[in-house]
T-cell receptor, first 112, second 112 residues
Framework: DADVTQTPRNRITKTGKRIMLECSQT?????MYWYRQDPGLGLQLIYY???????NKGEISDGYSVSRQAQAKFSLSLESAIPNQTALYFC???????????FGPGTRLTVL | TQLLEQSPQFLSIQEGENLTVYCNSS?????LQWYRQEPGEGPVLLVT?????EVKKLKRLTFQFGDARKDSSLHITAAQPGDTGLYLC????????????FGTGTRLQVTL
């Protein structure tokens, strides 16, 4: 089984809808991250969490919110989706004190 | 502003050729990582370099961290079709523990 899972893997929605993307991990890592990937831009950090009570904004947090429900779960919400939020979204984890991040398989989100 | 610029953005070569991908910045990084991403999957770590001037080899891949820790390169010798993918550099800036800044990516295609 994959160590970092994301659901759903693909989602098509309409402008104005609320969307939640979920991430679960079995690696036992404290740190979790949400990124979006657009062609030619690499990965951009949306939010990150170093433990259950610690939530921090990344480079591009506007229009997004997150919830760290447990050490193993970190969800990303789009309160009112807009077309320029169409992208690939990745969740990642890392162990405290190390820089290596382990990525989930991604969610392809399309906002019409 | 993109902190890490990769070049080239796209590279299409034939099996057996050599290639070099560059990752450049004006910022200093305490460590730099290279990831490879295949379609439908998240990035997977290839290597981490932490010392200025460091060279690491992974089979046919050679990674170098610049003396000033502002740049890095990835050299592939005798490329094979299995090397096809998106190569991403990512750095940890001094004082931003575990927050990765990703490069713009280099998409490599190796044909027979």
């Amino acid at each position: 089984d994959a160590d970092v899972t994301q659901t759903p893997r693909n989602r098509i929605t309409k402008t104005g809808k609320r969307i939640m993307l979920e991430c679960s991990q079995t690696k036992g890592h404290d740190r979790m991250y949400w990124y979006r990937q657009d062609p030619g831009l690499g990965l951009q950090l949306i939010y990150y969490s170093f433990d259950v009570k610690d939530i921090n904004k990344g480079e591009i947090s506007d229009g997004y919110s997150v919830s760290r429900q447990a050490q193993a779960k970190f969800s990303l919400s789009l309160e009112s989706a807009i077309p320029n939020q169409t992208a690939l979204y990745f969740c990642a984890t890392s162990e405290g004190g190390t820089d290596t991040q382990y990525f989930g398989p991604g969610t392809r989100l399309t906002v019409l | 502003t993109q902190l890490l610029e990769q070049s080239p953005q796209f590279l299409s070569i034939q099996e057996g050729e050599n290639l070099t991908v560059y990752c450049n910045s004006s910022s200093v990084f305490s460590s730099l990582q290279w990831y490879r991403q295949e379609p439908g999957e998240g990035p997977v770590l290839l290597v981490t370099v932490v010392t200025g001037g460091e060279v690491k080899k992974l089979k046919r891949l050679t990674f170098q961290f610049g003396d000033a820790r502002k740049d890095s390169s990835l050299h592939i010798t005798a490329a094979q079709p299995g090397d096809t993918g998106l190569y991403l550099c990512a750095g940890v800036r001094t004082g931003t523990a575990s927050k990765l800044t990703f490069g713009t990516g280099t998409r490599l295609q190796v044909t027979l």
